[in-house]
Nanobody
Framework: QVQLVESGGGLVQAGGSLRLSCAPS????????VGWFRQAPGKEREFVAR?????????YYADSVKGRFTISRDNAKNTVYLQMDSLKPEDTAVYYCAASTKLYGTSSSTDYNYWGQGTQVTVSS
């Protein structure tokens, strides 16, 4: 059984930064394509950032976070990160790490097999 654990959420003022971490147990992070999703109160879960295979490992982002967020992977630490810079109040949500065993990249939450418990990110005005 694979379990994902997110950490790094918290309170931050607009324009600030946070780094979220996603650490799996039971399998190497390199065995998966990992993505980040978020869900604001009263709204559906939405795609934020992900990896896919394009010859090598490639990162993709939602338009709303492009240029501000960076997804990265550290195999030595068996951890995937989401660096969030220039945060806006609209970024306030519960952020989820998800892992897919599919061999192609996907932005659909239904294609991800494993999910973390979520970590709250709150950006003040």
């Amino acid at each position: 059984q694979v379990q994902l654990v997110e950490s790094g959420g918290g309170l931050v003022q607009a324009g600030g930064s946070l780094r979220l971490s996603c650490a799996p147990s039971g399998r190497a992070i390199s065995s998966f394509l990992v993505g980040w999703f978020r869900q604001a109160p009263g709204k559906e879960r939405e795609f934020v950032a992900r990896f896919s295979w394009s010859g090598g490992l490639t990162a993709y982002y939602a338009d709303s976070v492009k240029g501000r967020f960076t997804i990265s992977r550290d195999n030595a630490k068996n951890t995937v990160y989401l660096q969030m810079d220039s945060l806006k109040p609209e970024d306030t949500a519960v952020y989820y790490c998800a892992a897919s065993t599919k061999l192609y990249g996907t932005s659909s939450s239904t294609d991800y097999n494993y999910w973390g418990q979520g970590t709250q990110v709150t950006v003040s005005s």
